[in-house]
C-alpha cells in the first residue's frame, strides 16, 4: 500500500498556462486540496447518471485534451475504487482514494487517454483491496486488467540494493510491453515525492536515491519531461537541502528585479514575428530548481536571462524554421548554440528547434522553436501518443523505427533486447545504470542517409552493435568522415560513419573491445560471445597455436624503409638513351610498367631508373644532375614494392601470402610492424611475370578479410 501523506519537502514548479493542440491558451489548475477532495470522495453524489464530483478536475483535464472521450469507464472505475479503499488512511490522515485520483488528475494533465486513466484510478485495488484481477477484467476488459496487473507488479519490486537486479528486470520486461504501465508508475511516483514529508528522513533519502537513479532517467527516455523536472527538484531539495535554499534565494531574488530582460528579449522577437507575418505564441519559460541550480554552476554569477528560456510556438513544421531565419537575421545569433532536433529527433521523440540571441549588454537568451504538437510530446512524451492499440495515422512513416510504436520507442526496444541477451541479472543491472547515466545522446550517420543514436562517449564498437547486431562480431574497422579509423574511435554528434564488415565467418570480437564499448547492446553481446568462447578469448600468451600464426614484430626501421630491399640490375626491360649502361630500378620508389619514369647517370656509368613522381627527382634536379631518357622495353618481367594496411586479426598473414601466391606473385621479402591500435601495417616485395598482373594482385590482397587497403610504396627522399 502506498501510504507517504502530505507536508511535501518543496512547493513544486510554478506552471505557466497551458496550450492545447489547437493552441489555444487555457488557464493552469491550482493544486488540489487533498482534504478537500478526500471528503468529496466520500460525500459527493455516486448517481448511475451523474459523474462524481470528487473526478470533476480529471474530467475537465481529460476533456481538455480528448473532448469526445467516452466518461463512463471513469465514473465505474472511481465508484470500484472509492468503494473498495473505503476505510483505508494514507499516514497523513486522508482518505487514501485521494492518491489513485491525485495520479489520476496528473495523467490527465499530460493527455492520457482514457483507458489509461481507468487503470490508473484502479491502480492499487487489486494490491490493495479485496478487489481481484478477474473483476477487473470483467468490468473493464483485457486491456485494462493488463495495465493494473502490470503496475501491481511493480508496485511489489523491492528497491533494496540485494534485490534491484532481478526484480528490475522484471519490472522492465513487464513495462516493455507496454509504457503505459510505467506512465502510470511515474505519476505514482510524483505524487509520493510531492506527499513524502511525514516520512523519517532515512526514509525519504532513500526513496529519493532510488528515483534520482531510477525513475527521473527513465522518465527522461520516456520523454515525460513534466514528470521528470517535478521529480528532478523534489529528489534536489531532500538530497541537497542547503544547495535547495540557496537556488530558491537566488530565484527570489531575480524574481524582485525591476528589469528583466527574458520580458523584453519576448517583446522583440514578437515585433519581429509579427512583421514577418508568421503566427507565433511566445512565451517564457522559467527554469526549474535544478536547472538553475546547473546553470550556476557552470556560469557562475547568473543574471537575468540564466534563469529561463523564451519558447516560441507555431502551427506547422516549416513556421519554425522560418521563425529561426527572421530571429537570425534580425536579431545577433549565436551560432554555436543552435541545434536541430526536427531533422533529427531525439531518441525519446522530443523535437524543437533550439537557439540563442545576444543582447547589446551581452547577455545570452536561449530559444526554443516548435509547433504546438512538439511542445506536447516534449512535454508529456509517450503519454501524448495516444491509445497505442488505436490505428496508426495515415501520416505516420513505417520506416520510423522512433514513432511506429508509440507503445514501444525506439530506446525501449533496444533495452528489451539487450536484457535479454545479458548473461545474468547483475550484468544487465551494472549495464542499465551505465545507461541511465548517460544524460546526452548524439547522432550518427550511416552512408545511405540512415541514423544511429548513440550515447555521448560512444565508440565505433558501439555503433557497429548497433546496427548490425551480434553480427558486429565480424566488423574489422570503419570509415569516420571518410577517413579509416580504428573500432576505439570516440564519435561526434553528427559524424558519419562506416562500418568495415569482413567476409571471414570464423571473424571473432576481442576481449579488448569491452574497453571501448559504452552501450549496454555492445557490452552484452561482447561479454555474451567470450563467456561462450572462453578458449578463443584467452590472452594471445595462453594460446601458443595463435602466436605460431601471428605476424611476428620486426626492426621497425626496416619496415619505415622498404627501398633498402636490393633491386634486380635488371628487372623489366627499360631502355637508356645511353648506349651500353646498366640501367637499374631505383629501390626507393620501385617503378614498373606502365608507371611514367625517368633516369639519372650515376657513379660508374649506370642510371638509375625513378618513377616521375619520386621524392629524389626533385632533389636531383634541385643538385644540377642530369636527366637520362629512359623507357619501357619488351620485358614483362618487374619487381615491385606494395603496401598493405589491415586490422589484426587471427591467421591474416597466412591467408594474405596465399593469397599472393595464387596470383603468381613470388614474395623477395616481406616486413611486418608491430600492432598499434589493432591495425598493422605489411610492407611486401614481389616478383611478378608479368607487370601487367600487378592490378589483379593488389585487388586480390585487398579481399582478403581484414585488409582494408593496399597500394604501391611512397617515394621515398634518400640518395641514388
Not at 545577433?332 to 540571441?357: G, R
Not at 548513440?454 to 562480431?473: F, I, K, N, R
Amino acid at each position: 500500500m502506498n501510504a507517504e501523506a502530505v507536508n511535501p519537502a518543496t512547493p513544486g514548479p510554478v506552471t505557466s498556462g497551458r496550450v492545447t493542440p489547437t493552441g489555444t491558451r487555457r488557464k493552469a489548475r491550482p493544486r488540489l486540496d487533498l482534504r478537500r477532495l478526500g471528503r468529496a470522495a466520500l460525500l459527493g453524489p455516486a448517481s448511475r447518471d451523474r459523474l462524481p464530483d470528487a473526478i470533476g478536475h480529471v474530467v475537465d483535464a481529460h476533456r481538455a485534451h480528448h473532448p469526445d472521450a467516452v466518461l463512463e469507464p471513469l465514473r465505474r472505475a472511481y465508484l470500484l475504487a472509492e468503494s473498495s479503499h473505503r476505510g483505508q488512511m494514507r499516514k497523513s490522515g486522508e482518505p487514501y482514494i485521494t492518491h489513485p485520483l491525485a495520479v489520476t488528475l496528473i495523467l490527465a494533465e499530460l493527455g492520457a487517454e482514457t483507458t489509461t486513466l481507468t487503470a490508473s484510478l484502479l491502480h492499487d485495488t487489486v494490491e490493495d483491496t479485496e478487489v481481484t484481477l478477474d473483476q477487473v477484467r470483467e468490468q473493464f476488459g483485457e486491456e485494462v486488467s493488463y495495465l493494473v496487473d502490470g503496475v501491481t507488479k511493480l508496485e511489489k519490486v523491492d528497491y533494496g540494493a540485494a534485490a534491484e537486479p532481478e526484480t528490475f528486470r522484471k519490472m522492465l520486461v513487464a513495462t516493455g510491453n507496454d509504457v503505459r504501465v510505467m506512465s502510470i508508475k511515474l505519476a505514482d511516483r510524483l505524487h509520493n515525492m510531492r506527499t513524502l514529508g511525514v516520512m523519517r528522513p532515512a526514509k525519504q533519502e532513500r526513496i529519493a536515491k532510488v528515483t534520482r537513479d531510477v525513475l527521473i532517467p527513465l522518465a527522461e527516455r520516456l520523454g515525460v519531461q513534466a514528470l521528470k523536472t517535478e521529480l528532478e527538484d523534489l529528489v534536489f531539495a531532500i538530497l541537497h537541502p542547503e544547495e535547495n535554499e540557496h537556488t530558491r534565494e537566488l530565484i527570489l531574488r531575480n524574481a524582485s528585479r525591476a528589469d528583466d530582460p527574458l520580458a523584453e528579449v519576448a517583446d522583440e522577437v514578437r515585433k519581429v514575428l509579427r512583421e514577418a507575418d508568421i503566427s507565433a505564441e511566445v512565451r517564457i519559460r522559467p527554469r526549474h530548481f535544478v536547472s538553475v541550480h546547473r546553470v550556476s554552476r557552470k556560469r557562475g554569477r547568473l543574471r537575468g536571462a540564466d534563469f529561463g528560456r523564451l519558447l516560441v510556438l507555431v502551427n506547422e513544421d516549416a513556421d519554425c524554421y522560418g521563425v529561426l531565419g527572421e530571429l537570425h537575421t534580425c536579431l545577433t545569433p549565436v551560432v554555436s548554440e543552435f541545434k536541430d532536433f526536427i531533422a533529427v529527433p531525439k531518441f525519446n521523440l522530443y523535437q524543437s528547434l533550439h537557439t540563442a540571441v545576444a543582447r547589446d549588454d551581452g547577455q545570452v537568451v536561449e530559444v526554443l522553436i516548435r509547433t504546438h504538437q512538439m511542445h506536447k510530446v516534449a512535454e508529456a512524451g509517450v503519454v501524448a501518443l495516444g491509445n497505442p492499440y488505436a490505428a496508426p495515422a495515415e501520416e505516420q512513416s513505417a520506416s520510423d523505427d522512433e514513432r511506429v510504436d508509440p507503445t514501444r520507442p525506439g530506446w525501449l526496444s533496444r533495452l528489451l533486447e539487450w536484457q535479454r541477451g545479458a548473461p545474468d541479472p547483475d550484468t544487465f543491472w551494472s549495464t542499465l545504470r551505465e545507461d541511465l547515466a548517460q544524460d546526452r545522446e548524439i547522432t550518427v550517420f550511416r552512408p545511405d542517409g540512415g541514423t544511429i543514436g548513440l550515447p555521448d562517449g560512444a565508440t565505433c564498437v558501439d555503433a557497429a552493435y548497433a546496427q548490425y547486431g551480434e553480427d558486429a562480431h565480424a566488423c574489422i574497422g570503419a570509415r569516420v568522415n571518410g577517413r579509416l579509423a580504428t573500432l576505439s574511435t570516440t564519435l561526434k554528434d553528427g559524424d558519419t560513419v562506416q562500418l568495415l564488415m569482413g567476409q571471414d565467418p570464423a571473424s571473432e570480437p576481442s576481449r579488448e573491445w569491452l574497453e571501448h564499448a559504452h552501450t549496454p547492446a555492445a557490452r552484452i553481446a561482447i561479454q555474451r560471445w567470450l563467456t561462450a568462447h572462453p578458449a578463443q578469448s584467452d590472452p594471445p600468451a595462453a594460446r601458443p597455436e595463435e602466436a605460431r600464426r601471428a605476424p611476428r614484430p620486426v626492426d621497425e626501421s626496416a619496415a619505415q624503409a622498404p627501398e633498402a630491399v636490393p633491386g634486380p640490375s635488371t628487372g623489366a626491360q627499360v631502355l637508356a638513351d645511353r648506349p651500353g649502361a646498366t640501367v637499374r630500378l631505383a629501390g626507393c620508389c620501385t617503378p614498373v610498367p606502365p608507371d611514367e619514369v625517368t633516369g639519372f647517370a650515376v657513379r660508374g656509368g649506370a642510371v638509375t631508373v625513378h618513377r616521375v613522381e619520386c621524392a629524389a627527382v626533385a632533389r636531383m634536379k634541385d643538385a644540377g644532375r642530369a636527366e637520362v631518357g629512359v623507357r619501357w622495353g619488351e620485358g614483362a618481367e618487374c619487381r615491385v614494392t606494395l603496401v598493405a594496411e589491415s586490422f589484426v586479426r587471427p591467421h591474416l598473414l597466412a591467408d594474405l601470402t596465399e593469397a599472393m601466391a595464387l596470383e603468381g606473385a613470388e614474395i623477395v621479402s616481406a616486413t611486418v610492424e608491430p600492432p598499434t591500435h589493432q591495425q598493422v601495417r605489411h610492407t611486401y616485395t614481389v616478383q611478378l611475370p608479368d607487370a601487367a598482373h600487378l592490378p589483379s594482385l593488389m585487388r586480390a590482397m585487398r579481399n582478403v578479410a581484414g585488409v582494408y587497403d593496399v597500394g604501391r610504396a611512397k617515394p621515398q627522399i634518400r640518395g641514388t
